[in-house]
């Protein structure tokens, strides 16, 4: 039976406003250092029993409530996405026109370097197959976007 067991062990049944256990009790008698933390442990006990706290004033009673309440409320409204959204939705829409000249330049520059060697269903097919997966990508960048805001917003409010 270590010391530290045994003075945590006083500790938990004196914060608990219990008797201690009987072979703690025991231990506390036998060793010098756990009678002297007992000893400790009873004297402080009293004194925070002895302490008088004082009343609140009922105005600050009434502000604390009023804060905590305002706080909750606050907590608990749910706020759109709104400009958030709206300049997230704006950002990603400086990518499109981009992407479209892009897009444009590839099937123009692609037909003309290939015209001659591919045959047009080939080079229409690869059209589709490249417009297509651009077209897949710009859909998952533009879903996305609720949910990139509505997750920086959660972490903001995490953090705080």
């Known amino acids: 039976m270590s010391c530290e067991a045994v003075q945590r062990r006083l500790e938990e049944a004196l914060a608990a406003r ?9 231990h506390a008698e036998g060793c010098s250092a756990c009678a002297a933390h007992r000893r400790f442990l009873v004297e402080l006990t009293a004194e925070l029993d002895a302490l008088v706290v004082p009343p609140l004033a009922p105005a600050v009673l009434a502000a604390t409530r009023e804060r905590a309440a305002g706080a909750l409320r606050e907590r608990a409204a749910w706020r759109g996405f709104g400009r958030e959204l709206a300049a997230a939705v704006a950002l990603a829409l400086v990518a499109l026109p981009v992407a479209v000249a892009h897009g444009l330049l590839v099937a123009r520059g692609a037909s003309a370097l290939l015209g001659a060697w591919v045959p047009a269903p080939v080079l229409s097919w690869l059209g589709l197959v490249y417009f297509g997966s651009v077209a897949l990508a710009f859909g998952v960048l533009y879903g996305s976007l609720p949910l990139a805001v509505a997750f920086s917003r959660r972490m903001r409010e995490e953090a705080a």
Do not use: K, L, M, N
Request: charged share 35%; proline share 11%; hydrophobic share 35%.
């Open 18 to 26: 219990r008797e201690p256990a009987a072979g703690d009790h025991a």
